[in-house]
Nanobody, 114 residues
Framework: VQLQASGGGLVQPGGSLKLSCEGI????????MTWYRQFPGEEREYVAA???????YYIPSVKDRFTVSRDDAKNTLYLEMDNLRPGDTAVYYC?????????WGQGTLVTVSS
C-alpha cells in the first residue's frame, strides 16, 4: 500500500493550489481519507476528511477555503486550497487507516509567501 502525494509549491497569498494523493495497492473509496498538515516544530494537525459516503469535514480555519474531494476512477484524493494565507504554510500529508494500520503519504510542502 502506498499513498503518493503531490501538488505542493510556492504560491502568493490569496492564491490557490490543488494537492493530490494517489492510492496504490488500495482502493481509497472504501476508507475515510484525511488530510493533515505539519507546521515547523509542531505536531501534525487534522485539516479535512472525506468519508466513503462522500461526506466532508473541515477544521474551522480552512472551511470555505479548502475543498476535499475524491476521484474514484483515478483512485485519487484531492485537497483544493483557495485564498491561501501565510499561516497555511506547512507540509501536507494524506492518510488512511486500514485494519488498524495508518498509511501516510510522503508529504508535500506548501509555502504561501509574497
Amino acid at each position: 500500500v502506498q499513498l503518493q502525494a503531490s501538488g505542493g509549491g510556492l504560491v502568493q497569498p490569496g492564491g490557490s493550489l490543488k494537492l493530490s494523493c494517489e492510492g496504490i495497492g488500495i482502493t481509497l473509496s472504501r476508507f475515510a481519507m484525511t488530510w493533515y498538515r505539519q507546521f515547523p516544530g509542531e505536531e501534525r494537525e487534522y485539516v479535512a476528511a472525506i468519508a466513503p459516503s462522500g461526506a466532508t469535514y473541515y477544521i474551522p480555519s480552512v472551511k470555505d477555503r479548502f475543498t476535499v474531494s475524491r476521484d474514484d476512477a483515478k483512485n485519487t484524493l484531492y485537497l483544493e486550497m483557495d485564498n491561501l494565507r501565510p499561516g497555511d504554510t506547512a507540509v501536507y500529508y494524506c492518510k488512511l487507516v486500514s485494519s488498524g494500520t495508518s498509511y501516510w503519504g510522503q508529504g508535500t510542502l506548501v509555502t504561501v509567501s509574497s
